[in-house]
């Protein structure tokens, strides 16, 4: 009993790690360059295993279900979130740890269709562009700049320029910085932003993405 549960056990954990990998490389495939860092390869193989092994050890024993509940409500991720796409990423890993500890069935259904998803995306994506239709604001690719430069400000104040932008996509807070996200199609612009950004005392961190 022991060994096929050792075996059943190996199998699934090696699943949610090659369902974390499979998720990782279409995200490659689909043109999502943020994702191409050795640590976010690392968090899509971890997170759902972690995850698996979690349910799996509290399956059967509802104090220690509760006490993690707790222990895990304090566990966040610390660095400012890039996009809502990256969150979404991180829940659906952690699914996949779930339900592979849970159902296996559901976790092959759902890495499935989280493929599916994000080819069709990314397949749409491509036949909006040819047909010049503007459905969407920026592309599928806006992360990897094909669409528009991409400029990344990180202040610890709040910049008025900054939050009353026409350019602004995305903004977050965590931990007294503020993360501002533009999209500037014009370069002259983008090096006049930047400019006038360079002097800022409260502004920590920099980082543009040019559209290819």
Not at 104 to 133: N, P
Not at 161 to 183: A, M, T
Request: aromatic letters at 14%; zero cysteines; charged letters at 15%.
């Amino acid at each position: 009993g022991m060994d096929i549960l050792l075996s059943q056990s190996f199998v699934e954990f090696t699943g949610t790690v090659f369902f974390g990998f499979l998720t990782f490389a279409t995200l490659i495939f689909v043109k999502q360059k943020w994702v191409n860092t050795m640590s976010y390869f690392i968090t899509f193989l971890l997170l759902p295993a972690t995850t698996y092994v979690i349910t799996k050890v509290i399956a059967n024993n509802l104090a220690l279900s509760l006490g993690m509940i707790g222990a895990l409500s304090i566990v966040r991720f610390r660095n400012p979130v890039k996009s809502p796409l990256e969150l979404v990423m991180y829940f659906s890993l952690i699914t996949i740890g779930i339900s592979m500890g849970v159902n296996h069935f559901w976790s092959v259904v759902f890495e499935i269709m989280l493929i599916l998803i994000l080819l069709f995306a990314y397949y749409l994506d491509i036949i909006l562009k040819k047909t010049k239709l503007r459905l969407f604001e920026y592309s599928f690719n806006s992360n990897d700049g094909l669409s528009v430069n991409i400029l990344e400000v990180e202040t610890d104040k709040p910049l008025i320029g900054l939050d009353n932008s026409p350019h602004l996509i995305y903004f977050s807070k965590s931990d007294n910085i503020n993360h501002y996200k533009l999209g500037i199609q014009n370069k002259d612009e983008l090096k006049k932003t930047i400019d006038d950004l360079k002097d800022n005392k409260s502004i920590k961190n920099i980082e543009v993405q040019y559209s290819n």
